[in-house]
């Protein structure tokens, strides 16, 4: 929606109605992500995409369509069916584009929010068997603290959903939730789409070293907001760190303390200074926020060593593990640049529950010797 707003605002400045066609959900290999957007106005002019080219036209024809008759519509494109087929869906999926002949109900609340970078989820009803559950289409929005604006239709739904809401805004992930006509959990009877709006994730590293260096530009590909947190002015400097979203010259546990309670489930401390009168206590402090990742770089020997310090500092076994330490998957990475991909994808996998080989879970030496790699 967000990309598609300025937009529709000039149209509605200009008189025009507004057509929204979003996608709804994904089965398969799809060419654009659940949420992503199309506006179109009376007169057939587009805005976004919800398939990077592939049905927007026959999407376009729904939504003139929509307007036309003044009722929400959910269309299906698959590499199965005819039509879809027809005008170039390929890749082997299906998407569900929910088309409305209007923006939201909550529009305007939730432009307001856009505008001012404040975490929303959009909720939105996408699927509805029977006359007695809420209207396709029908919306509200839900901001991290509970509040609500507007309605689905239902108190009983509409309780359910504040709080499935609330929870997704914490996971940061966008997703469909299903219940009964008064909320049940385990029925199918309504569909409810729950789109998260939050500003990017945040990277804090600790460290100014060559890996952090390649660390910030593979985190600035995968969108995340980076800090990178050094007490050593020489070495933490913008110069070095161009891509960095800020570069600050602190102790870890004091910058950690004024960030702390920023830190979500969505953000990743990655501890790369090396040096245990730096890192235990980054750890530690770490340890005291909600980051949903915490990694810590070094040799099994070296960490051995901070986990004796770690202990003795008053953590326990159950915090230690939350410890990804060596620091990333065991994908054989020896460059900082390798090594910096292998902690991104260690991020990925841990925040979306995949089992993947990270080095902590392994004995042996980190790097294989060149002649066995080569192999």
Known sequence: MQEVIGDIERWRRAGLRVAVARVVGLEGSGPRDPGATMAVNEQGEVAGSVSGGCVEGAVVTEALAAMAGEAPRRCTFGYSDEEAFAVGLTCGGTIHVLVTPDVPLVYDELRAALATATP????????????????????????????????????????????????????????????????????????????????PPHMVIFGAVDFTAALVRVAKVLGYRVTVCDARPAFATRARFPL????????????????????????????????????????????????????????????????????????????LERVMAPIGLDIGARTPEETAVAICAEIIAQRTGRHAPSLRDRSGPIHQPAEVAAR
């Open 244 to 319: 960095a979203d800020e570069v600050v010259v602190d102790r870890p546990e004091r910058h950690l303390a004024t960030i702390a309670g920023e830190l979500s489930p969505r953000d990743a401390v990655c501890v790369l200074t090396h040096d245990a009168k730096f890192d235990v206590p980054a750890i530690v402090a770490a340890l005291g926020t909600r980051a949903g990742y915490l990694g810590a770089m070094g040799s099994r020997r070296t960490h051995a060593d901070r986990v004796q310090r770690l202990r003795e500092a008053g953590v326990d076994a159950a915090d």
């Open 120 to 199: 929303v989820v959009l909720a939105t009803v996408v699927e509805r068997a029977g006359d007695e559950v809420p209207a396709l289409g029908s919306s509200m929005l839900v901001d991290a603290d509970g509040r609500v604006d507007g309605s689905l239709g239902s108190p009983e739904i509409d309780e359910v959903v504040r709080r499935d809401a609330v929870g997704a805004l914490a996971s940061g992930l966008s997703t469909t939730r299903h219940y009964g006509a008064r909320g049940e959990a385990r029925m199918r009877t309504v569909g409810v789409f729950l789109e998260v709006f939050a500003p």
